[in-house]
């Protein structure tokens, strides 16, 4: 929610794009959903430099697309603009307490599945569950 608020506020694309530019804000929104899972589990993502891709379409306009979001018809001239937003909503998003909050749960997530996975090696080779019973050897 905070994410869709920040891209639907944000004046540079409500006063810069065109009525007919309605696919630049979700897809900016959907890209950076997908980028926020991917930096919290440590991964590093898409960039701008590398995956804001512009396919021609008719004059003066480009389909435009970051990694496999697809933003609909833009022009031309509009690509600097989205890509500067695109730049500071990446480096804010960073900077959000919720995006630390999710780091931190990725982090002990990881931190579970391994001692799980650990523990269900044990029980699987063992054939049994280690533990106090007036029944087991352990």
């Known amino acids: 929610m905070?994410?869709?608020k920040s891209v639907r506020s944000d004046s540079r694309l409500s006063s810069g794009l065109d009525s007919s530019e309605t696919g630049v804000a979700p897809g900016i929104v959907v890209?950076?959903?997908f980028q926020i899972e991917h930096w919290a589990k440590g991964n590093p993502g898409l960039n701008v430099k590398d995956n804001l891709?512009?396919?021609k379409a008719e004059e003066g306009f480009v389909n435009l697309r970051y990694g496999f979001s697809h933003m609909g018809k833009v022009?031309?001239?509009?690509?600097g603009v989205i890509n500067k937003?695109?730049?500071?909503?990446e480096s804010h998003?960073?900077?959000?307490?919720g995006f630390k909050k999710l780091e931190k749960s990725f982090i002990e997530l990881e931190r579970v599945e391994k001692n799980l996975k650990d523990e269900l090696a044990v029980i699987s080779l063992r054939r049994?569950?280690?533990g106090r019973c007036r029944?087991?050897?352990l």
């Open 2 to 4: 905070k994410l869709e």
């Open 31 to 33: 890209a950076l959903k």
């Open 53 to 55: 891709i512009e396919e």
């Open 75 to 79: 022009k031309k001239e509009h690509i």
């Open 85 to 89: 937003v695109l730049r500071d909503l």
């Open 93 to 97: 998003v960073k900077e959000w307490e």
């Open 128 to 130: 049994i569950v280690p």
């Open 135 to 137: 029944y087991c050897p």
